[in-house]
């Protein structure tokens, strides 16, 4: 199975809009799962939107892009893993956006702990270095730190994105050595965990142009795509790739 996920971030798309661009393109790829990660502010939209009995909109077909470390209680803009779990939501949680703000590992796991209380799925892990670090060298070892926080305890989610920080919203993706490196310093980790088949996802800079290279490197098992998932027809065309 591959993925294919629309991080659409903090950006104001018209659901319906976006559905009918969509599905403009013709897509049957039965071995495709393909997601959005929405602005829960639009939920309603996403609850009313009428998905086409098509194999390719496997439930969820919505994701949230974060999820409250905290169970429930005042909070005030928070969401809870309660919710989430009751609009049969899935979830993205450790994007580097958020990781910047406040998101420690720690945060991120607890984060992990409370999708699991609330048996959310599929929950997205997103891993990924800076430029500092990989220039310094130290990308294996800090990947390795932010996937061991994470599986403490005998969690772990159901599927990871290898997000490199200097990629993300540059119009530049990484190159094929590159994230081949990075893929088999995850698949070596997920081998010592007995996770060797959870997939493993790329993202920074996903568009058209540039998907078949990146799907030509067997070790991904799709993206997670921001900038160009916010235009139906494009991410249609990305789609189409697979
Ligand atoms: P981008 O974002 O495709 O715009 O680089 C990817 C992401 O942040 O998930």
């Known amino acids: 199975m591959k993925y294919l996920i629309a991080n659409w971030k903090m950006n104001d798309v018209d659901v319906s809009n976006w559905l009918e661009d969509f599905l403009s ?47 429930e209680g005042a909070y005030t803009g928070q969401i809870s893993s309660k919710l989430l779990n009751k609009i049969d939501a899935g979830c993205l949680i450790g994007h580097s956006e958020l990781r910047e703000e406040s998101d420690t590992n720690e945060i991120v796991h607890l984060k992990g702990i409370r999708l699991k209380e609330e048996k959310v799925s599929p929950v997205l892990l997103c891993v990924g270095e800076s430029l500092n670090i990989l220039e310094a060298n130290k990308r294996e070892d800090f990947i390795r730190e932010q996937l061991d926080s994470y599986f403490k305890d005998g969690l772990f989610p159901d599927i990871i994105a290898y997000e490199p920080l200097w990629a993300i919203g540059t119009g530049v993706s990484a190159d094929k050595r590159n994230i081949e490196d990075a893929m088999s310093i995850i698949s070596k980790f997920l081998e010592e965990n007995d996770h060797k088949n959870l997939p493993i996802l790329y993202g920074g800079s996903v568009s058209s142009k540039n998907i078949e290279e990146i799907l030509s490197i067997t070790s991904v098992s799709g993206c997670l795509v921001g900038n160009s998932s916010l235009d139906g027809k494009e991410f249609a065309r990305i789609a189409k790739k697979f």
């Open 25 to 71: 393109l013709s897509l049957m790829n039965k071995s495709l799962e393909i997601k959005v990660c929405a602005n829960l502010y639009d939920v309603k939209d996403i609850v009313d939107a009428s998905l086409p009995e098509n194999t390719i909109f496997k439930e969820p077909f919505w994701m949230a892009q974060d999820v409250s470390k905290n169970k």
